[in-house]
């Protein structure tokens, strides 16, 4: 047993090696992963031409319906039907889902001095303050001049803000999770299904299946080097967005390294089986881009999978890359424990257990 664990810490040591000696591997590992961090950054940082709100009415008044139709003809509001409650405003600003939400209480519109009168509130998360102060400022002058048509008294209609006292997600912090699964697919997809082939080509997978080597011991030392090398290289995407981007990281640093860990063990699997399985890159490249494609457009990794449509949700929730980058963003901006995360660790798990079966059954030294 000590001579078997010998022999994955040697190839352990070799692997690693390898890579950073490897410099296009270095390349696609780490600094093409920085550059679309520094693009989806640099425009996580620009200003919105429109607001996304939610519109609570809780009023039954005329007035209140006018101004529900004013909001929803105004092109700078994109207004979430789907949130009916504040309670769901509020999950959904937590999640950066939405900038702020107008909320009508229910004596909005009612006369008071026989002048309809009323008070709109529009809650918001810290994160999202800019955007807030804009949407103060534009629902005040509305109100001025809604004020100046019916009426020379005090304002009737005015406009209050409540701030959560919650920790919510920056467009940042949401895209950085998205990015970090990019990274992710780069080293345990491309870089196994680049190396096996290559090898095989150069009859160095043949010469070891002529010694002693057994199968599962060249598959431990390249998982285990592997989410060490990935530790190392997406360590400097986070040195970067925190330091850049000013990236808030609210989970706990060890349980995120853990998760991040496992969740490159399980991708590796993909790339292992591709690569395992194939005899040369013509083999390996089509069938990685049937993978990898599928996994980076419906998995949240460019843009969140809650602008789908609902069916094709119920589907990306179960590809293997899903609960990676959903248990990262639940960690790193939402501040929720490895036991929060049962669902996701349960998947993870699962396609692990499945993906590596496969793996072990198609792999070839040659």
């Known amino acids: 047993m000590d001579s078997s664990f010998y022999t994955v810490k040697t190839f352990v040591k070799i692997n690693t090696r390898r890579f950073f000696r490897d410099r296009l591997a270095i390349f696609f590992t780490v600094i093409f992963p920085l550059i679309f961090l520094f693009i989806f950054g640099a425009m996580s940082r620009g200003g919105d031409l429109s607001f996304k709100v939610a519109l609570i009415n809780e009023s039954t008044n005329q007035a209140a319906f006018d101004y529900v139709s004013e909001v929803k003809n105004d092109k700078l509001f994109k207004i979430d039907e789907k949130v009916t409650t504040l309670d769901l405003a509020k999950q959904k600003m937590k999640r950066g889902e939405i900038d702020a939400a107008l909320v009508i209480p229910s004596n909005f519109g009612e006369d008071v001095n026989g002048v309809a009168s009323g008070d709109l509130n529009i809650v918001y998360s810290p994160n999202n303050e800019v955007a807030a102060q804009a949407l103060v400022s534009i629902e005040t002058a509305h109100f001025q001049g809604k004020n100046k048509q019916q009426s020379q008294t005090p304002d009737p209609f005015t406009v209050s803000v409540e701030v959560l006292n919650e920790q919510a997600l920056s467009r940042f912090d949401y895209t950085f999770s998205g990015l970090l699964g990019f990274s992710i697919i780069g080293l345990g997809i ?94 390996a490249a089509p069938l990685s881009n049937i993978v990898v494609f599928p996994l980076m457009f419906l998995s949240g990794t460019f843009f969140p999978r809650y602008a789908m449509p609902e069916w094709l949700q119920s589907v990306s929730n179960y590809l293997p890359l899903t609960p990676v980058i959903d248990g990262i963003r639940l960690i790193a901006a939402e501040g929720q424990h490895l036991v929060d995360l049962g669902p996701q660790l349960g998947l993870i798990a699962a396609w692990t257990v499945v993906i590596y079966i496969i793996a072990f059954k198609v792999f070839r030294w040659e």
């Open 190 to 283: 491309f870089g196994p299904v680049n190396v096996f082939p290559e090898l095989k080509k150069q009859g160095i997978l043949r010469r070891l299946h002529t010694t002693p080597l057994k199968v599962w011991q060249y598959f431990v030392s390249n998982v285990i080097s592997q989410a060490v090398i990935g530790i190392i290289t997406l360590s400097v995407s986070f040195l970067v967005a925190i330091f850049v981007f000013d990236l808030k990281v609210v989970g706990n640093w060890f349980e995120l390294a853990a998760f991040i860990a496992f969740s490159i063990i399980s991708i590796y699997g993909i790339g292992l089986a591709i690569g395992g399985w194939a005899k040369n890159e013509r083999q």
